[in-house]
């Protein structure tokens, strides 16, 4: 009996003590663009390559800035599908990071997808490729689909619902930009997600990802609010220095701020320092042309 009930007592510590350590920790999530990890057409070494795979310098590069994060849940964009991200996993755990849960959504997209690599269980995962809205009086897809993740934190679920809106690139010359599609996905993704979850001011959940334009935009806009209802709340975010930027196009040698962390309501309260932070370092100019968002839920 007295042997039963030290087994009980450590057990119960070992548990309280464990639920203790990740309630002090937190639940820390990141939003990543990789960068066309996959084949794609580039310049390697002055030399113009088709189908070419990220070249190795590259992804040594990203494995660093991803084990410098050490985030429990990465959202990813621009993923080639499930091999690319396999091999990604395997890098990452033969270096000490080992992410043993992972999803990647096959949109209509067949080259770039998004994905998520967890350290904990997903307790539900939705890929939602049935997006649509209309486009020039005709339906079109959402390219790259929504994923939608649920994870345990501190006993209770938050969902990380992953989107990567269309680039501005285009061939239509009445749609510059692409402004009006990448807002159409936008509001599909946004009427999903109330469609999930019709009471933001009480619900947990987060929508990362690269969203292609600004805050004040209006698909950025069009998923923070419904009309009088208010969806989820756009969270700062700034590096070491201050800066804010996260996306850096070369060609053009400009900086702007594309990758965004939205909470809802409900979930507000629980962002530890009430915003996210832009990850910076000697790496990161190399991995992508994107900076990876942090954000920790306590």
């Not at 999903?192 to 600004?214: C, H, K, Q, W, Y």
Request: hydrophobic share 40%; proline share 5%; charged share 25%.
């Amino acid at each position: 009996m007295y042997r039963v009930l030290v087994c009980t007592l450590l057990v119960v510590g070992a548990t309280l003590a464990a639920r203790l350590s990740a309630a002090a920790h937190g639940l820390t999530l990141a939003t990543y663009n990789l960068e066309n990890y996959t084949l794609a057409d580039r310049l390697v070494e002055d030399v113009y390559r088709k189908d070419y795979p990220k070249p190795e310098a590259e992804k040594t590069a990203l494995r660093q800035v991803l084990r410098q994060l050490d985030a429990d849940v990465l959202a990813l964009q621009e993923v080639g599908g499930e091999p690319f991200l396999t091999e990604l996993r395997r890098d990452l755990r033969s270096e000490g990071l080992d992410y043993p849960y992972a999803s990647v959504l096959n949109g209509a997209d067949p080259d770039r997808k998004i994905a998520v690599l967890s350290k904990q269980p997903f307790t539900r995962v939705t890929h939602h490729t049935d997006l649509t809205f209309k486009y020039f009086g005709a339906a079109a897809p959402v390219k790259r689909g929504l994923l939608e993740v649920h994870l345990n934190s501190a006993g209770s679920d938050v969902a990380v619902f992953v989107a990567h809106l269309k680039s501005r690139f285009t061939e239509r010359a009445d749609d510059p930009a692409s402004a009006l599609q990448r807002t159409g996905e936008a509001v599909a993704i946004r009427d999903r997600v109330l469609n999930r979850f019709p009471r933001p001011e009480s619900a947990a959940f987060i929508i990362l990802g690269d969203f292609n334009d600004s805050r004040t935009s209006r698909p950025t806009k069009a998923l923070l609010t419904r009309g009088q209802t208010t969806i989820a709340e756009w969270l700062p975010a700034a590096d070491g220095r201050g800066h804010v930027w996260s996306h850096f196009y070369r060609r053009e040698d400009s900086y702007s701020r594309v990758d965004h962390i939205l909470v809802s309501p409900g979930l507000r309260p629980r962002v530890r320092t009430g915003a996210g932070r832009i990850h910076d370092s000697p790496e990161v100019g190399l991995a992508s042309d994107h900076r990876p968002l942090v954000v920790v839920i306590d």
